[in-house]
């Protein structure tokens, strides 16, 4: 657990003289607009006395003298006020806030305002001239390539400030913006991240800046759990507003830059939030792109885990497995609300009928299941692979999506089990003859819900007339919203998809300790991106790797307790090695922390459900990092193994091969529920001692909520001491 401080410090903004003058809000608000050449850039601009004072009461303002031009932003309630410096020898915007800088655009070649063309890099370099006109500041400037400039228009408001530009003349087929990493400190946002140690599935640095984080297909129609928003440690937000396929860099190889890139030549779009703290930063965001509607998971379903079967059998499935390991579930007393048949419990994919070889009697296994007292649900696709008996009536008929370069075709694309046509659900019929065979699924097999597996859309196909890539991210969602996901959700994302309310699933995880590590810091990413209802991967991971060891298994439950939601696979009453194909047995110990820590996460489930309440009224985050609850306590920017359930729990289980770990406290009264003590922060705890039966949480005693988590969590049966 590295502890380092937010990590703000970074040159100053260059402090305003007596020798600027003032462009007033009054003047603005009149309509009165500033021109500069190249020239003049240095020129005193006649402005008097008493509309200097106007301005510097009301509202944005601009000063300029020979090195740069200043957009200031009083404050005002609720915002803190900035400034932002446009460097005129070479085009760099920095953002400051009480005079302290707290994000800046790259230097140097690499430069701040970048875009691709001619198969070259290129830059924006001297300004050549600005104007201030009715709220918009517009700058043009050179280039780096011979006869094209950039025009970028800064338009502030009270604590964002949009960021627009374009470059004039020459064929750009990439647009982006670069920042210096260390100015901003410490980096989140992004989502799931593609990493050269194996992100998503066994790596996703926290903060983002301690990794080395690429992704060249970061986009709507992306796999992976990403939206294109970013904020940091110092209080600033970026939203770049794209449907494109971006390029994402974030200290990638080590280069101490973030890279936010888009492709396409048009215009590059993005807003700069800048707040007092990160929380305000994130409200920020959920205002632009939305809150939860509502949650899509029920009430039980925040209360006993799902049990799917992907990481229990893997596509090595059958009827008397499936109903196996139900029974021993059931028998050993590990809760559950739903059985779940994951992938290869059809004939074919896409076929939508069940392969009567290994399920020669779908609807009896479904009726056992039921009178064990679980739910039922299968796992279903829109990929309709090429050897299915469905494919060539769903071409023949126009259901599936059509070919980029070829529109008299469906598209073909390849996944984890074959080639595969899309069902396309901008096409109305499509999705009715879709939707009519789920209906068909449920009424003869007496299924409860499903798992919506893979993507909605693949950048090979061409979207409908009418519809932009992003459209069937929305698309899916609606389709998915008329049925019961069971806890597992669905993995849809960008800009808008926080609407939904959908639980939302990791992608596949390892099996051992680093991707325990993984699912707990790609949980704060996702979360804090505004997608509240998060979970694990499968506890115990599922990624083909061989089966989790006792301590691990034992561990990642633990941890998915203090979390909103548990999504189990791997049975504690035994399972199977994907790599042997022999079964793995795991003792009575095993099974009894197993149920211990589902049944504390039941305790628990009154006080997850009022949060749930509460995120569907704000959008907040229930799983956050410390600093969003103790933004003044340096420590909690980085700490990546602890967090916030609501504003009561803090949690911080073994996340390691130890028995031991070192736990930081923040400001304020903790109850100890292991110990029944009352710890004041901050605070560090070192070798805080973890045996297998101990999972480290504390309970903010002056939060909403807390009388609530220690009744769910309390081990000792000793109340915290008043006062």
Known sequence: MALHGPGFGVPALLNLTRRHRVLSWHDRMAGIGLALTAPALGAIVAVSPAQADIGSAGGPRVTHNSHSVTVTVPASSGAPGYSVDIATASLTVTTARGGRTVLATAGGATGGLRFHAGGAWQRATKVTGWTWKKGVLRLHAATTQNGVTAEALLTPKADRYSLSWSVKGGSPD?????????????????????????GPGVDQPWPLETGHVHDNAFGPASYEMVDPFWYTSSATGLLVDTGEVMDVAINDGGDGLGRFTVDSGGTYNATVFVEANPRDVYRDHTGVVGKPAKSDATYEQ??????????????????NKILDWAQKLHDN????????????????????????????????????????????????TLWINLDSTNYQYAADHGYLLK???????????????????????????????????????????????????TRFFDDSCAPDKGYKRADYQRLGAELADGFDLQGAGIRTHWSG???????????????????????????????????????????????????????????????????????????????????????????????????????????????????????????????????????????????????????????????????????????????????????????????????????????????????????????????????
């Open 403 to 453: 070919d980029k370069t070829d529109g008299t075709k469906p598209c073909k694309v390849t996944w984890w089990n074959g080639t595969a046509g899309i069902v396309d659900l901008a096409n109305p019929d499509a999705k009715a003859w879709y939707v009519a065979n789920l209906k068909k699924l449920m009424s003869t097999y007496r299924v409860d819900g499903f798992k919506f597996d």
């Open 497 to 723: 998809s926080q609407k939904t309310g959908f639980v939302i699933r990791q992608i596949d995880k390892g099996t051992g300790w680093n991707s325990l590590a993984a699912s707990v810091t790609q949980n704060l990413a996702i979360s804090t991106i505004g997608y509240p209802f998060v979970e694990t991967d499968m506890i115990g991971g599922s990624g083909g790797q061989p089966a989790p060891k006792k301590d691990v298994l034992i561990r990642w439950a633990q941890s998915a307790a203090l979390m909103p939601l548990m999504y189990s696979s791997a049975s504690p009453a035994g399972t199977n090695d994907v790599k042997t194909g022999k079964p793995v047995s795991y003792d009575q110990e095993t099974i009894d922390r197993y149920r211990d820590a589902v049944q504390a996460h039941g305790r628990l489930a009154p006080y997850i459900w009022e949060q749930v309440k509460h995120s569907v009224a704000t959008g907040d985050p229930i799983m956050r990092p410390l600093f969003f609850d103790f933004p003044k306590d340096a420590p909690a920017y980085t700490v990546n193994d602890e967090w916030m359930l609501g504003p009561a729990v803090l949690a911080a289980p073994q996340l390691t091969s130890g028995t031991a770990r070192d736990v930081f406290l923040p400001s304020g009264k903790w109850f100890d529920v292991n110990h029944g003590t009352v710890i004041r922060g901050p605070k560090t705890l070192r070798g805080y001692r973890t045996p297998l039966d101990v999972t480290p949480a504390f309970v903010d005693l002056k939060a909403p909520g807390a009388a609530a988590a220690i009744r769910a969590l309390n081990r000792t049966g000793t109340a915290p001491a008043a006062g």
């Open 333 to 380: 007393r590990i809760p559950g609300h739903t059985i779940q048949l994951d992938d290869k419990w059809e004939s074919n994919y896409g076929n939508l009928t069940f392969d009567p070889k290994t399920f020669p009697d779908a609807r009896a296994m479904s009726d056992k299941i039921h009178a064990m007292g679980y739910d039922f649900g299968i796992w279903v």
């Open 302 to 319: 925040y209360t006993k885990p799902l049990w799917n079967s992907w990481a229990q059998f893997y596509t090595k499935v059958d009827q």
């Open 174 to 198: 990439q647009l982006g913006l670069a920042y210096d990493l260390k100015s901003g400190g410490h980096w989140y946002g992004h989502g799931e991240t593609a990493t050269p140690q194996g």
